[in-house]
């Protein structure tokens, strides 16, 4: 497998519901990655780490790539594995990874190979999972085995929060231009971490925002989004009347939020306003977002800038 991962070539076209996922594994155990979050593959040389004091736990030190140093974290600390029995002899992996503007490295023991898998083919993390507290999110079967989908987002968390509740000031806004007021309003959240979404809610509730329902997958969403339309069909009203404003990740079980957005604009005709809200917001995916008719893309690094977006699209016309 190739060390330099073309990231503009791996991308898949807009809307498909697909995704490439970097399979790799950590103490035999296979765990995946979405392959737009990669920049490189790098292997491990334990010489070129500078300890940082005071690190975080997870932290081992700083590399250098590409002339800027970089965390380096070891995935199997942050999953709770003991990294003492670990085969020193074998070569492992650095996956230097970008997403909410930052570079990361994360240290796993190996590499097996990309596989082209639809997000239909994801399931949620179930509770079997979640009791242990470990940052995964969704799993996936392939060829009888399963992949564990690493939430990274969850992980860099832990160590520097960086989607975190934003501080409303409210002489920054304007809540006059809203066509309603902000607790009349109705949205709806597709967001699978339960971190983020967590987040989510606390800042549109302190921007007034009080009506915010939400799912943790793009399936559920749609099917919700299809019974708001038809609710708003039976009784004769726009749907607007039900819905304003629909805020969405990208990387979900079940449907990506690409293909959400794209099934919400065109195949059921809705025009409500859609941000997408995640990680993976660069140029390259600011143009994708546009392809898919979304209104706007927003960073989860900038909850303040999702707040003055949200405020944007649902003002008076």
């Known amino acids: 497998m190739s060390q330099a991962l073309n990231q503009q070539g791996i991308l898949l076209e807009s809307g498909t519901n697909e995704m490439e ?17 990669i920049r490189q593959l790098m292997p491990y040389h334990h010489g070129q780490v500078t300890l940082m004091v005071g690190a975080h736990e997870y932290v081992l030190g700083t590399l250098l790539w590409q002339g800027h140093s970089i965390p380096l974290i070891d ?14 002899s074998a070569t492992r992996i650095v996956l230097v990874t970008e997403f909410n503007g930052a570079v990361n490295g994360f240290l796993v023991d190996g ?32 060829e009888e085995h399963d992949i564990l989908l690493v939430d990274l987002e969850h992980v860099t968390s832990e160590i520097t929060p960086t989607v975190k509740p934003a501080e409303i000031q409210e002489d920054h806004r304007n809540i006059n231009i809203l066509r309603k007021k902000p607790e009349e309003m109705h949205l709806l959240l597709a967001e699978d971490s339960v971190t983020v979404q967590a987040v989510v809610l606390d800042t549109l509730g302190s921007a007034g925002f009080t009506q915010v329902s939400s799912c943790d997958n793009g399936g559920s969403a749609f099917a ?44 059921l005709g809705i025009d409500v306003p859609v941000i997408i809200f995640s990680s993976l917001v660069n140029e390259a995916m600011a143009a994708k977002c546009k392809s898919v008719k979304a209104d706007a893309n927003v960073s989860k690094a900038d909850t303040i800038g999702l707040i003055q977006t949200v405020d944007s699209l649902l003002k008076a016309a």
């Open 111 to 142: 590499v097996n190979r990309i596989h082209r898998v639809s997000w239909d083919q994801m399931q949620p993390a179930g509770s079997f999972i979640g009791q242990f507290q470990a940052p995964i999110n969704s799993t996936v079967t392939i």
């Open 75 to 88: 995935l199997n600390l942050a999953l709770g594995n003991d990294p003492t029995v670990n085969d020193e």
């Open 21 to 37: 996922l970097l399979e790799f594994y950590l103490q035999g155990q296979r765990f995946g990655v979405n392959v737009a979050k």
């Open 224 to 267: 919700r989004i299809q019974a708001i339309k038809q609710m708003a069909t039976e009784q004769n009203r726009p749907v607007s009347d039900f819905l304003d404003l629909i805020i969405t990740d990208i990387e979900m079980p079940q449907m990506d939020g690409l293909t959400l957005c794209k099934r919400i604009k065109s195949e």
